[in-house]
């Protein structure tokens, strides 16, 4: 790994202890991906796979048959039941044919809210405390201050300009990622839409450093298959982002890798 500034809020703590982790043959498992024959011009599957699975993990009940039966074919379904999910694979169409910016990631975040968010809040930090509720209506998270939200976000894209222009090994890069996954949805920038924007970021930062081949990965879908893992490890790095311990990460930085792995 060569740097020449060094990171201001992503954590090399567990870098070490996950090269050492990391199952063998990441490299060849990411070459041997590619697109499906069913993809076109016109539609991408891996898009709607993506973006079918992160809306699922926010508790959408979109069904990947559905949506590609609607998304490719032209079969009708009730607005409401695609328009959340058209939105997001709006946006990562958008990622895939742009590189990775703080001015690209805010607009990626304008279009995967344009039916979540009111349009004065799409892609504009948030000015209110923000709290994540579980399902029994407990507060499980408190994320960073308001004040603060415009500081921290500046240090992540510091560190996110740093990593595309730094040689990384490809165990790294996934390391990177999943990183950059982590602190973002523990940042909670935006008013609505940070796990969704959190995943892109993932995969978009992959693409840029690995090339297109990211973009094939279905890790949303291994992620929603293994949602209570996924949560599971996000919550274990602590329940407030003063008290945060990346020390932790590492269930939830080993995911990313096993998604590529089961292929």
């Given at each position: 790994?060569r740097m020449?500034?060094?990171l201001?809020i992503?954590?090399?703590e567990?870098?070490?202890?996950?090269?050492?982790?990391?199952?063998p043959?990441?490299?060849?498992a990411?070459?041997?991906?590619?697109d499906?024959?069913?993809?076109?011009?016109?539609?991408?599957?891996?898009?709607?796979?993506?973006?079918?699975?992160?809306?699922?993990?926010?508790?959408?009940?979109?069904?990947?048959?559905?949506?590609?039966?609607y998304?490719?074919?032209?079969?009708?379904?009730?607005?409401?039941?695609?328009?959340?999910?058209d939105?997001l694979y709006?946006?990562?169409?958008f990622?895939s044919?742009r590189?990775?910016?703080?001015?690209n990631?805010?607009?990626?975040?304008q279009l995967?809210?344009?039916?979540?968010?009111?349009?004065?809040?799409?892609g504009?930090?948030?000015t209110?405390?923000?709290?994540?509720?579980?399902?029994?209506?407990?507060?499980?998270?408190?994320a960073?201050?308001?004040y603060?939200?415009?500081?921290?976000?500046?240090?992540?894209?510091h560190?996110?300009?740093?990593?595309l222009?730094?040689?990384?090994?490809?165990?790294?890069t996934?390391?990177?990622a999943?990183?950059?996954?982590?602190v973002?949805?523990?940042i909670?920038?935006w008013s609505?839409?940070?796990g969704?924007?959190a995943?892109?970021?993932e995969k978009w930062?992959?693409?840029e450093?690995?090339?297109?081949?990211?973009?094939?990965?279905?890790?949303e879908?291994?992620?929603?298959?293994?949602k209570?893992?996924?949560?599971?490890?996000?919550?274990?790095?602590?329940?407030?982002?003063e008290t945060?311990?990346?020390?932790?990460?590492?269930?939830f930085?080993?995911m990313l890798?096993?998604?590529?792995?089961?292929?």
């Amino acid at each position: 790994m060569r740097m020449k500034a060094g990171l201001q809020i992503l954590s090399t703590e567990l870098l070490s202890a996950y090269l050492k982790t990391v199952p063998p043959g990441l490299e060849h498992a990411f070459s041997a991906l590619h697109d499906a024959d069913i993809s076109t011009d016109a539609f991408s599957f891996y898009a709607s796979v993506a973006s079918v699975y992160s809306s699922k993990i926010e508790g959408e009940s979109i069904e990947l048959d559905s949506y590609i039966k609607y998304k490719k074919f032209g079969i009708e379904f009730l607005p409401d039941y695609t328009k959340k999910t058209d939105d997001l694979y709006s946006a990562y169409q958008f990622a895939s044919g742009r590189p990775l910016s703080e001015a690209n990631l805010t607009q990626a975040h304008q279009l995967l809210t344009a039916h979540v968010l009111p349009e004065h809040l799409r892609g504009v930090a948030r000015t209110n405390n923000m709290y994540v509720i579980d399902e029994a209506g407990k507060i499980e998270y408190v994320a960073v201050s308001p004040y603060l939200v415009k500081v921290e976000m500046e240090k992540l894209y510091h560190d996110l300009q740093v990593l595309l222009n730094a040689e990384l090994s490809f165990p790294e890069t996934m390391f990177f990622a999943a990183m950059l996954h982590l602190v973002f949805v523990k940042i909670h920038p935006w008013s609505d839409g940070n796990g969704r924007c959190a995943r892109l970021l993932e995969k978009w930062f992959l693409a840029e450093k690995v090339g297109e081949k990211a973009w094939f990965l279905d890790s949303e879908k291994w992620y929603y298959n293994n949602k209570q893992a996924y949560y599971a490890s996000i919550r274990a790095i602590g329940n407030d982002y003063e008290t945060l311990s990346y020390s932790k990460a590492l269930p939830f930085l080993l995911m990313l890798p096993a998604s590529l792995a089961a292929r």
